[in-house]
């Protein structure tokens, strides 16, 4: 199939439920990845953890996590048995947009000296004066306006 996208699949079992139910979910999700010509990229057991919240009663869950590269219309099967098992309490399918993108490296920032009189930081500079921190700056002293001449026009 050519069009196969990368999902990911978290599913969190019954924290009683044996290692021969546990196995038998997590191979009919390969089966059916299989049977769909898709692959299984990563499988994960993250083991018992605690919930945040109660789950159909349950403190406790085994989490186990799939990398799957299906189609769409496969993503319906596999969500259609994990409603349909017992064992499962909770589970979530998403797919993964970004694990192909590469990482945009940005070029290392270069300090270039400027002169004092020059602000080319964006950030502005406060000028407080050092004996009283609480005060509120002052305004800098604004030179004395001249009158500017009058422009004559350039003759050819």
């Not at 589970?91 to 920032?109: G, M, N, T």
Request: aromatic content about 6%; proline content about 10%.
């Amino acid at each position: 199939m050519s069009n196969l996208l990368k999902y990911d699949v978290i599913y969190i079992l019954d924290p009683n439920s044996t290692t021969e139910e546990m196995t038998a979910v997590s191979s009919k999700i390969e089966q059916i990845v299989a049977d769909a010509k898709g692959t299984v990229l990563k499988k994960d057991d993250w083991g018992k953890r605690r919930l945040a919240y109660l789950v159909q009663k349950h403190r406790e869950g085994h989490y186990i996590f799939f990398h799957l590269s299906i189609s769409p219309e496969t993503v319906a099967e596999i969500t259609r048995n994990l409603r349909l098992m017992e064992k499962v309490i909770k589970f979530s399918v998403v797919r993964d947009e970004i694990s192909h993108l590469k990482a945009k490296v940005k070029p290392p920032r270069v300090k270039t000296s400027t002169p004092e009189g020059s602000h080319s930081h964006s950030r502005p500079t406060s000028h407080r004066p050092s004996s009283s921190p609480s005060s509120s700056p002052s305004p800098a002293p604004k030179a004395p306006e001249t009158p500017a001449a009058p422009s004559a026009p350039a003759n050819p």
